[in-house]
Every structure is written in structure tokens, then in C-alpha cells.
């Protein structure tokens, strides 16, 4: 398994996006589906000691995935996203923004945009994360960085544990 996997994350304050770049030693087929079926997703977008669970996901244009975070205490922080536009294993987007567990959205979201490629069986995911509100951005970024970083490396695992 490559242990010196390429990773970056930049702000681009003014433009009010987060750009981070990951690469997988796992095949694109894989590493597509850990980012689309909730099955995978929720063993690992939730940086410890939190869970994630889906109540629902139908990923397809118009289709939406509402999930929960679930900290120690039992709390559940929830977020819905739409899914805007899929390409499949090359590309795909999604508006997500926070809401209560009845579905009601906070008022500002970001919009995602994961981009896949391989080569020579290692998988290259980047993403950029556009924030309607600067403020949003500025009030999430730093808990938003260290809780992906710790997902990211949950994905690791989890994909490393899928391939043997």
C-alpha cells in the first residue's frame, strides 16, 4: 500500500472556496462508491468521536442524502444535501447546508464539487467547496479542516480494510 499519498487543502478566502486534493491507493470504482453509497459514507465522514447515520439517500440529480452527525453525548447536528449534477465516476456535485431533524435548512449552504481520476490504480479525488456566506465560511473553517482531515483518514481505513 502507497504511504506517500499526495494531500492539500487551500482557502481561497476571497473566493469563499476550500479546495482539497486526496489521492487513494484504492481503484477509482472504489473510491466512487465510498463517496456515494450511504452504506460507505457513514462509516466514514464522521471524524471520532462522532457517528454518522443516513436516513435517507437517493443519489441521482434532484435526489438529496440527509444524514446526522452524532456526537458522544448523543447529540445530532443534521444536514441535507441535493445532488446537482452527476457524472458518473468522473464527477459530481451537490448543494449542502445544515438543518433541523425535520428537514428545515439553515439559510446559507455551499455547494460541493468532487472531481475523480485515476492513475496507476491510485485515485485522485478533488473537491471544492464554494460557501454562499463568507461568515459561514470563516465561523466553520477551522473545525471544518480538522474534522475532513480525521474523515479523510477514516476513508483510508476504511478503504484499505475493503481491499484486503
Do not use: C
Not at 446526522?68 to 459530481?92: C, H, R, V
Not at 474534522?147 to 484486503?164: C, I, V
Amino acid at each position: 500500500m502507497k504511504t506517500d499519498l499526495f494531500f492539500d487543502f487551500t482557502v481561497d478566502k476571497q473566493a469563499k472556496t476550500v479546495f482539497i486534493t486526496r489521492e487513494f491507493d484504492a481503484p477509482l470504482s472504489l473510491v466512487w462508491d465510498v463517496f456515494t453509497k450511504a452504506e460507505y459514507l457513514d462509516q466514514w465522514v464522521a471524524p471520532s468521536p462522532y457517528t454518522a447515520k443516513t436516513k435517507y439517500m437517493n443519489f441521482e440529480v434532484g435526489g438529496k442524502r440527509f444524514y446526522a452527525m452524532i456526537g458522544p453525548d448523543g447529540k445530532e447536528g443534521w444536514a441535507l444535501q441535493t445532488y446537482t449534477s452527476i457524472t458518473p465516476k468522473t464527477n459530481f456535485k451537490l448543494f449542502n447546508v445544515f438543518a433541523d431533524k425535520d428537514e428545515n435548512p439553515q439559510p446559507h449552504g455551499s455547494d460541493w464539487d468532487y472531481h475523480f481520476n485515476e492513475s496507476n490504480g491510485i485515485t485522485k479525488v478533488s473537491i471544492s467547496v464554494y460557501n454562499e456566506s463568507f461568515e459561514r465560511m470563516e465561523m466553520l473553517l477551522e473545525g471544518f479542516k480538522l474534522g475532513f482531515t480525521a474523515s479523510l483518514k477514516n476513508l483510508e481505513n476504511l478503504l484499505a480494510s475493503l481491499l484486503h
